[in-house]
């Protein structure tokens, strides 16, 4: 599939870029978007909630119409292009996953914390046993030292991963260690190896072309932007640059401009920037779920909630652990 | 001046930026901007038209107040920063430059297409009579392969300028081109090197980076991207980087986030993001004024008019050559 492509490119606005619009997305948006890839032959497109299979929840935000008639509707819709879907094991299941592979889902990326792939093994294994091109997904792969993210790349692979990728959740990543980074899992694996890069830093295109130097053969894009954040690697732009680089991803150039222009761009809440919140989200690598956290325990200790978020960095506290928060911050008050 | 720095930054959000605007920035909007700059110590910033001195005419476009007005608010503001300005030999002239001398301005930027350096020599010389700092401007470099770029950058540095800047107007280089060209610009001169970037590729940030490493040490940004076409290289996110790396820029980083928050956000009459037409620039690699044209002129012949830019682009055609996009475009459509 795709063996005369270059690069595999994934579209994931359907999927991180549901974190854009607060999980507002309906059918009729999603026939129009893939609608408007598959035209420009994207190979894979994303949908999903933005926390993967099953994240409709109200800790992770209500879905506004329920993923698997999304995926459905994208199904239907895609002629040229293969759907996937996003599973985070402990948010979505095993059945789950069923559903989208009986809707037509053709691929999924199982999705765990850089230092957690073990959680990952069921899944992977369930997924190729449905028949899914199966791949691996390390999130906040930044927290991690090279050796740990090589180590938990082998064991995704060693669960039957077809592809390994690293994902800079936060945007915290510069180019020269996404290069080294990518560099050690091309050698390490024997399977492809992905990225996923956000904007945080200003950094997503410089850092996907570090991961294609390096040897990344898949790499996921968000038309227009629309992602979690400042955004993703911008796939209209992604597609001009790899173009003048003479790095084959099949994507037809004008088309997937005017996808982004025309039908993508409108369903905006607003563009897509580096604001004051992104930017200390990517300089702090931490995840955008503390932002509020902080700045309610700033007020209360009287402390710069970006001096918290940089020191929760710097502790790398993930997901789960927002207790810390508050006493970060009374320390730091001290 | 500014000895204890690796790299000097120099704000061009009151001058590209006026660009974004249409030229409308009041004298309190600039106090207001030159204020929150200098509270997070920015070295240089420049105001004037977005052509530089003298630019407001019905041909570049009128500035809503006098630039010289707005010059003289910037200096009585600034307490640490410096003002700068622009001037492009044809459009402003010696005497404009001496009344921004006159108002305060310690530095002056002389700039040229890439291939017309010799139009500076006498500007230049004028410059430093009056005791500005001044340095040279190579527009539009990707147009010129790297022997001819280098030739005319020996040549404003013959003529006095006491730093040379590659500047990528179109935002069409990439990270490698950049480094390439720096490189070879470092090796010929004697006097420092600078970069001015544009985001029309995403790549703003990413080409800033690899012209620092191959060691420019004058770099452009724009606080909230606030520039031309898709914007530079935003300001904020590049002391925050910088910063990550421990390449000292002397910027105060919370002040100059605060400042592009809560200062320049709110003058953007919509936020920077990378168009349909930012991007068709950078990938053709011309003016932005020849949108316009193109698109009248594919019109006429029914011709896309991104396939006239991407030709005009290959064909080098500059600034003045407008007549060129029709006759480009009816031997397309034969």
Not at 22 to 41: C, I, P, W
Not at 124 to 136: C, N, Q, V, W
Not at 235 to 246: F, H, I, P, S
């Given at each position: 599939?795709?063996?005369?492509?270059?690069?595999?490119?994934?579209?994931?606005?359907?999927?991180?870029?549901?974190?854009?619009?607060?999980?507002?997305?309906?059918?009729?948006?999603?026939?129009?978007?893939?609608?408007?890839?598959?035209?420009?032959?994207?190979?894979?497109?994303?949908?999903?909630?933005?926390?993967?299979?099953?994240?409709?929840?109200?800790?992770?935000?209500?879905?506004?119409?329920?993923?698997?008639?999304?995926?459905?509707?994208?199904?239907?819709?895609?002629?040229?292009?293969?759907?996937?879907?996003?599973?985070?094991?402990?948010?979505?299941?095993?059945?789950?996953?069923?559903?989208?592979?009986?809707?037509?889902?053709?691929?999924?990326?199982?999705?765990?914390?850089?230092?957690?792939?073990?959680?990952?093994?069921?899944?992977?294994?369930?997924?190729?046993?449905?028949?899914?091109?199966?791949?691996?997904?390390?999130?906040?792969?930044?927290?991690?030292?090279i050796?740990?993210?090589?180590?938990?790349?082998?064991?995704?692979?060693?669960?039957?991963?077809?592809?390994?990728?690293?994902?800079?959740?936060?945007?915290?990543?510069?180019?020269d260690q996404v290069y080294e980074r990518i560099t050690a899992?091309?050698?390490?694996?024997?399977?492809?190896?992905?990225?996923?890069?956000?904007?945080?830093?200003?950094?997503?295109?410089?850092?996907?072309?570090e991961?294609?130097?390096a040897?990344?053969?898949?790499?996921?894009?968000?038309?227009?932007?629309?992602?979690?954040?400042?955004?993703?690697?911008?796939?209209?732009?992604?597609?001009?640059?790899?173009?003048?680089?003479?790095?084959?991803?099949?994507?037809?150039?004008?088309?997937?401009?005017?996808?982004?222009?025309?039908?993508?761009?409108?369903?905006?809440?607003?563009?897509?920037?580096?604001?004051?919140?992104?930017?200390?989200?990517?300089?702090?690598?931490?995840?955008?779920?503390?932002?509020?956290?902080?700045?309610?325990?700033?007020?209360?200790?009287?402390?710069?909630?970006?001096?918290?978020?940089?020191?929760?960095?710097?502790?790398?506290?993930?997901?789960?652990?927002?207790?810390?928060?508050?006493?970060?911050?009374?320390?730091?008050?001290?």
């Amino acid at each position: 599939m795709f063996d005369d492509l270059d690069v595999v490119i994934t579209e994931v606005a359907l999927r991180d870029g549901s974190h854009a619009v607060s999980h507002s997305f309906t059918e009729e948006q999603v026939r129009n978007v893939v609608g408007a890839l598959d035209k420009a032959r994207v190979p894979y497109i994303e949908v999903s909630h933005g926390d993967g299979l099953g994240g409709s929840t109200l800790q992770y935000g209500l879905s506004k119409v329920d993923e698997f008639k999304l995926i459905q509707a994208a199904v239907e819709t895609a002629e040229f292009s293969k759907i996937a879907v996003l599973l985070l094991p402990g948010i979505g299941t095993v059945h789950e996953l069923r559903r989208a592979r009986e809707l037509g889902a053709s691929l999924v990326r199982v999705a765990t914390h850089v230092t957690e792939a073990d959680v990952s093994a069921q899944h992977i294994h369930e997924a190729r046993k449905m028949g899914l091109t199966t791949f691996g997904f390390l999130m906040m792969s930044h927290m991690a030292p090279i050796e740990k993210l090589v180590e938990q790349a082998k064991l995704m692979e060693s669960y039957g991963a077809e592809a390994v990728y690293m994902t800079d959740s936060a945007g915290a990543l510069l180019p020269d260690q996404v290069y080294e980074r990518i560099t050690a899992l091309k050698e390490a694996l024997n399977v492809e190896v992905g990225f996923h890069a956000h904007n945080n830093l200003g950094l997503a295109m410089g850092n996907t072309l570090e991961a294609i130097r390096a040897g990344a053969t898949r790499i996921d894009g968000s038309i227009r932007s629309l992602g979690a954040g400042a955004g993703n690697t911008q796939t209209e732009v992604l597609a001009a640059v790899l173009e003048k680089k003479g790095i084959r991803t099949g994507i037809d150039l004008y088309n997937i401009m005017d996808a982004a222009e025309d039908v993508v761009a409108p369903l905006l809440k607003s563009p897509q920037e580096i604001t004051k919140d992104s930017l200390t989200m990517g300089y702090a690598g931490v995840y955008s779920s503390f932002q509020l956290h902080a700045k309610r325990a700033g007020e209360k200790y009287d402390v710069d909630p970006r001096d918290i978020l940089i020191e929760l960095g710097k502790q790398k506290v993930v997901g789960g652990q927002e207790d810390m928060i508050l006493d970060v911050a009374k320390r730091m008050a001290e």
